[in-house]
């Protein structure tokens, strides 16, 4: 599916990507307001690491990954003084533990074959330091109309010694959602309460051990 029907001129879309930011921002609230630096592997055209500053963190905390050149400055005119880099989602420069967040939001599951997602997500969990937070938001039903989509599956998240704390069913079905037109704002919020409707899913793991300089 082209980018062009996630465009945010659709008040479905809109109002699709209002929620995702709201869950995720509410996810990541502990590591936002403390001093670590924060990864969005995958990063796209730069609006989570937007969001992210615009909840007031400092855009030197913000790192992005992102192969489309295109995308990536796009994303660096969003956030100037953020770091986007090309880099392999499987092989991340970056040391141990040297974010308190790590987001993976709809990456994971273009990525191809169970080795390669396997291998991403040991890498966020690499770089993600003790106690840090790694986010995964990802479709939960498959696609008929995409079948480049790969759904992640729980022996991945057990292959990558990930374990979700939490886990939050998201997004009204974008072909409904994209056309309910003038009546989103009143059909949206009631047809999200329907959990069948609900196509995506944002699962939150926390990693074992005490962050640094907590005290603890």
């Not at 880099?85 to 709809?106: M, N, Q, Y």
């Not at 991945?156 to 994209?178: I, K, N, Y």
Request: include cysteine; glycine fraction near 12%; proline fraction near 8%.
């Amino acid at each position: 599916m082209g980018v062009e029907a996630w465009s945010l001129a659709n008040p479905g879309n809109r109002a699709a990507r209002a929620e995702l930011t709201a869950a995720l921002l509410d996810a990541a609230e502990e590591p936002i307001r403390g001093p670590g630096a924060l990864l969005d592997c995958g990063c796209g055209s730069g609006w989570l690491l937007e969001a992210l500053a615009g909840a007031g963190i400092e855009p030197r905390r913000l790192h992005g990954v992102e192969p489309d050149s295109a995308r990536r400055e796009a994303a660096r005119g969003r956030v100037p003084g953020a770091e986007i880099i090309a880099a392999d989602a499987t092989a991340l420069p970056f040391a141990d533990s040297a974010f308190a967040a790590v987001f993976f939001v709809v990456s994971l599951s273009s990525m191809g074959a169970a080795p390669t997602v396997r291998a991403a997500l040991a890498e966020g969990q690499r770089v993600l330091g003790p106690g840090g937070l790694l986010a995964i938001y990802e479709p939960r039903l498959p696609n008929p109309l995409n079948r480049d989509v790969r759904l992640l599956r729980r022996a991945d998240l057990r292959a990558a010694g990930v374990t979700p704390t939490e886990t939050h069913s998201l997004t009204l079905l974008p072909p409904l959602g994209r056309r309910l037109g003038r009546l989103t704002g009143a059909l949206h919020p009631v047809l999200l309460r329907l959990a069948p409707l609900r196509s995506h899913r944002l699962a939150v793991h926390r990693k074992q051990g005490t962050p640094a300089g907590s005290g603890t």
